[in-house]
C-alpha cells in the first residue's frame, strides 16, 4: 500500500526550502506539490505555506512563548508554525488542526508529544500569550524591524496601512486582450461563467471577487485573458509605443508587460531581452498562448548592450528593473523572510547602472518608462532625481493619473490603493 502523505507534511518541507535554504516559495511549491494527489490538497498545502509565511514573525514570537527551546529540526520548526497558523488565523478545526499537524511529524515520532503540547497549550493560554506580545511591533504586524524602520521613514502617514495591507490576501485580476475582444465582452463571458468579477483600474483590467485556476476562465487557453495586476497593466499605456517604433523591453520575464505591449500596438517592433535563459520559456509560452510575436526574445544582460545590441536606437525602452518587490509582499509574502535591509542599496546600485547602460539605447524625442514594484523611495522617486541630475538630456515626463500620487519624480501606487499591488512608475524622455 503506498504511503498517505499528508499535506501538513509537504507544507513543512516547502517551507523549509525557503527558511532553511533561501528558495522562493514560488519555487519551493512547484518542487513540493506535485507529491499530493489531488487539487485540493495540493491548495491547501499551498495555503498552509502562504500562511505561515505572511505571518511568520507573528508565529515565531508566539511560539518563543510556549517553547523553552528553539526546534533544532527544520521541518519540526514549520509543523510548529503551520499549527500555530492553523488555529490563530484558518478556519480549520481546532482538534483536526492539532491531530493532523502532530500526525504530519511522520519519522520525527519523538516530536509528536512536543507539537501536541506546544499546540495544545497555544489554545488553553492563548490569552495571555497573545497579551504577552502585543506590544512588539514586529510580531504584531508580522514584518521584520528593519522593513518596518524604512516604511515609517518613506511613508510616515501611510505606514500603518502599508502593513496592513501586505498582510490582506491581493484580488486575482486578470487583463482582457483587446485584440480578441472588450472588456464589457468577458465580464459578460463571465457572468454566463458564474464568475463574479468587476472592471478595474486602467482600460483593460478585470477584478474576480474570488481567485479561481486558469481553467475556468472562458478563453484563457486561446488568449483572450492574461492574469496580472493592474498596477502591472498601467505600462503600456504609459510607454504608448506607436506603429512601426522599435520598443525595448529591457527585463521581459515572465513575459506579461512584453505581451501586453503587443497587444496595446500590434505594429510595434518589440525586442524583449532578460538575463535569466530559463525564464525566456515562459516569455515563449506567453505570447503563443496569446498568438503574439516579438522580433527578438534573447537571453541578455540589459547593464551590457555591447554584448548584444545591434546599434539601431530604440523610441520606447521599457526598464522594469529589478528590486525589492516591497510593493508586492501581499502577493508574495517570503519577501518578507528572504530580501535584507542590507539589499536595498545594491538594488539601487542596480538600478542605476540599468538606467546609465539603456539611456544611450534611447532615440532623440524617445521615451523611456522606469518602473519598479517597490515603495521604497531610495529605488524610486530618489533613484529617479539621481539618474536627472547626471543625465543632462534627460528630462521628466509627469504622469497625469486617477491613480497613485505624485512624487517629486514619477508616481507611486502603494499596496492595496485601488485594489492594486504597490508600484512606481517614472517616464523619461530624451532631448
Known sequence: MAKTINSRQVAARALTRVVEHGQSLTDALAAELPSLDTARDRAFAQALCFGVMRWFEQ?????????????????????????????????????????????????HTWAKPLLNALLRNFQRQRDSIEAAIADDLVAQTAHPAWLIERLHADWPQQYSSILDANNCQPPMVLR?????????????ALRAAGIDACAGAGDDAIVLEQPCDVAQLPGFAEGLVSVQDAAGQLAAPLLDPQPGQHVLDACA?????????????????????????????????????????????????????????????FERILLDAPCSAT???????????????????????GQAALLDALWPLLAPGGVLLYATCSVLRQENDEQIAQFLARTKDAVESPIVADWGRAMPHGRQILPGEQRMDGFFYARLCKL
Request: charged fraction near 25%; hydrophobic fraction near 50%; include cysteine.
Open 327 to 349: 510593493g508586492v509582499i501581499r502577493r508574495h509574502p517570503d519577501i518578507k523572510w528572504l530580501r535584507r535591509g542590507s539589499d536595498i542599496a545594491a538594488l539601487a546600485a
Open 176 to 188: 482582457v486582450n483587446p485584440l480578441r475582444g472588450s472588456r464589457a465582452d468577458y465580464l459578460a
Open 59 to 107: 508565529l515565531e514570537a508566539i511560539l518563543a512563548q510556549l517553547a523553552r527551546k528553539p526546534i533544532q529540526v527544520a521541518e519540526v520548526h514549520m509543523l510548529a508554525l503551520l499549527g500555530l497558523l492553523q488555529l490563530k488565523h484558518m478556519a480549520v478545526k481546532p482538534h483536526a488542526a492539532v491531530a493532523e499537524t502532530v500526525a504530519a511529524a511522520g519519522r
Open 253 to 313: 520575464a515572465p513575459g506579461g508587460k512584453t505581451a501586453h505591449l503587443l497587444e496595446y500596438c500590434q505594429g510595434a517592433d518589440v525586442t524583449a531581452i532578460d538575463l535569466a535563459p530559463d525564464r525566456l520559456r515562459r516569455i515563449h509560452d506567453t505570447l503563443q498562448r496569446l498568438q503574439l510575436t516579438a522580433k527578438v526574445v534573447v537571453a541578455a544582460d540589459a547593464a551590457h548592450p555591447e554584448n548584444w545590441w545591434d546599434g539601431r536606437l
